[in-house]
């Protein structure tokens, strides 16, 4: 006896039982929950007809009569299997039996069906196991049911295009051969494509509005993936081990709360090109995405993590807005640029720990909170020989690093930009004054030039003083003048040293050096007044003047010669009576102490304007 043939004599002798139990309480119609074997014929406490228009198979009857019966539980068509086999029938060795396979015809069948909605006790269909045959075509539907086809195979494409579902959609653990297209589908519970269901054709939910959460969690999208301009409620979780070999498109998205890719490998290209965030990206915890990932212009309200992950191709966060905190640390891997410019950053941006293999721009980026490069808990960067750090017109609150944090390895510095960066003060969080590494805020002076020199491009070729001086502004408002006055001065000697200044700026530049230290030495000075002091006298010495050449002793004639000197030198000194009519006899010696009287005037007011610029 064939399997069909004992399952009709079964069913039947179930449902002459059923007419029975009606027969005796016609007013009792309380719904069946039958076994799947009983699932076959028409059930008596069942009024509906079967949808006209084709020949349904005995599997297809049993589905419609077990809903419209009122069956409440789960319909998995691996319980009539004979022997054990994988529920998802694409698992199935060799050919599926008849009884798992259901056609695409019949599933629109169900979801057309009003009459059948009516009788639903719950608020979803729900079927497991089942083999989808022919394409699904729900395109503008209204299904006033959730729609769960689980763990089953679906042979062609599947369409729910501007479709609308009042309860969650299912495709958990399914595998689709062809296209799934939900564009501008409208869901008021949850889509799940989770549970390493595998899509093999082009996944489309552009434009679609989903009232809670979107879940693909541990499945594989062989071909593009295309959410532009998707509409989120709760969450999107793209996560656990979840595989995306072609482009995953989140163009303009909304999504209400976290975005979540933990774990899962993008291998085409990740565009988020101005979605909104209403909570976190989580992009960590050991994702690989091995293209370009594009975040440019997106709006994130809390948090950007990317601890753990790997980034191969060009990470683009241009302009976009965190309002929380960014964070590339902790074991974060970005072999390619990492391209911040005009990003606006609420909290912190971290980066101690992150592995970076080359350039980071943030040309014109803002830091609400704090820049931390490096502390004692979170460690420094890596950084490659190649890499870059480009902090043109980037402005923080706080910038806190560990001197070594700017460093590839014992004494390569890292290349950057510094031209316009700006800071209010330097130290942090986890900033240790103790530590083996010295923070920026307790470092010597020459390590900070040496910081500025080394990573400013060209420093030696263009001019460009403002690193410096905004460095030793921060450190005099933090109580350190005396490093701030070293920094001033290395500021100067790049600025004299430049190449694009003029030789005429270069010798006054350097006079002002030699003399009064850029203004930043004044005393200084008080060493040439009296070499000039001493070389006055020895020029007395050749004066014919008898008063500068008389025959006292040696020490009262080189007493004269130096009073003779110092009130020459000194312009602002009262002249001591007794040289007033002095003649040295010799034109030349004249010329020489004029001149020594201009070098004096000369130096006084050199002095005079370099204490008044100290004192400023």
């Not at 979107?214 to 301009?229: C, H, I, Q, W, Y």
């Not at 606006?344 to 720990?353: E, M, S």
């Not at 004269?560 to 030349?588: C, Q, V, Y």
Request: a negative charge; proline letters at 4%.
């Amino acid at each position: 006896m064939t399997w069909p043939c004992a399952l009709r004599r079964i069913a039947a002798g179930l449902a002459c039982c059923v007419a029975l139990a009606f027969a005796a309480k016609a007013d009792d119609r309380a719904p069946v929950s039958p076994p799947s074997a009983q699932m076959v014929t028409h059930p008596v406490s069942c009024s509906l007809d079967l949808p006209s228009g084709s020949l349904w198979t005995e599997t297809e009857k049993a589905v419609f009569f077990g809903l419209c019966n009122g069956w409440d539980d789960v319909i998995n068509l691996s319980e009539l299997d004979r022997d054990p086999l994988a529920c998802n029938p694409h698992h199935i060795a060799g050919d599926v039996p008849a009884h798992r396979v259901l056609s695409g015809r019949f599933i629109e069948a169900l979801a057309k069906n009003r009459a059948l909605h009516e009788t639903l006790t719950r608020s979803f269909i729900r079927i497991e196991c089942a083999k989808i045959r022919g394409t699904i075509n729900l395109d503008y539907l209204h299904i006033p049911f959730g729609l769960r086809i689980e763990q089953s195979w679906f042979t062609s494409p599947v369409s729910f295009y501007e479709t609308s579902v009042a309860h969650t959609l299912s495709f958990e653990g399914s595998t689709f051969e062809g296209r799934f297209n939900g564009d501008g589908m409208t869901v008021d519970g949850s889509v799940f494509l989770r549970g390493g269901a595998t899509f093999k054709g082009e996944v489309k939910l552009a434009y679609a509005d989903i009232d809670l959460t979107l879940e693909a969690d541990g499945s594989t999208f062989e071909k593009p993936v295309n959410f532009e301009r998707i509409k989120v409620g709760d969450y999107i979780f793209l996560r656990n081990g979840a595989t995306f070999k072609g482009e995953v498109k989140l163009l303009n998205a909304d999504i209400g709360g976290n975005l979540e890719t933990i774990r899962s490998t993008f291998e085409g290209p990740f565009d988020g090109n101005g979605m909104r965030v209403g909570g976190s990206a989580h992009l960590k915890g050991g994702a690989t995405f091995k293209s370009n990932v594009r975040l440019d212009h997106a709006r994130i309200e809390r948090n950007l993590e990317t601890d753990g992950s790997t980034f191969e191709g060009l990470f683009n966060g241009s302009g976009m807005r965190v309002g929380g905190s960014m964070y590339l640390r902790r074991g974060a891997t970005f072999e390619g640029r990492v391209d911040l410019t005009i990003a606006r950053i609420g909290h912190f941006l971290q980066l101690g720990g992150g592995r970076f293999h080359d350039e980071i721009d943030m040309t014109g980026a803002s830091i609400g909170g704090e820049l931390l490069l490096s502390s004692t808990r979170f460690g420094k960067p890596q950084w490659n020989e190649d890499a870059r750090l480009i902090l043109r017109n980037v402005t923080t609150d706080i910038l806190q690093a560990e001197m070594h944090a700017w460093k590839s390895g014992e004494d390569s510095w890292i290349a950057g930009d510094l031209a316009g960066f700006r800071y209010d003060r330097l130290g942090g969080l986890h900033a240790d004054s103790d530590s083996d590494n010295p923070n920026m805020a307790n470092a010597d002076a020459s390590a900070l030039i040496a910081w500025i020199r080394a990573t400013q491009p060209d420093d030696l070729k263009h001019h460009d003083t403002q690193p410096y001086e905004h460095l030793a502004t921060v450190l005099t408002l933090q109580g350190a003048p005396d490093r701030a006055r070293e920094v001033r001065y290395a500021m100067h000697d790049q600025h004299r040293q430049a190449s694009d200044i003029p030789l005429s700026h270069k010798t006054g530049l350097w006079a002002l050096k030699t003399s009064v230290g850029y203004g930043l030495y004044p005393f200084r000075i008080v060493w040439w007044f009296l070499a000039l002091v001493m070389l006055g006298a020895l020029l007395g010495a050749l004066s014919n003047s008898a008063t500068l050449r008389d025959d006292r002793n040696w020490s009262q004639r080189w007493r004269s010669r130096l009073l003779f000197s110092l009130g020459n030198a000194f312009p602002l000194m009262s002249p001591i009576k007794r040289f007033d009519d002095i003649e040295h006899g010799s034109d030349t010696i004249e010329l020489l102490f004029q001149l020594q009287r201009l070098l004096g005037f000369v130096i006084a007011t050199i002095f005079v304007g370099a204490l008044t610029l100290l004192a400023i």
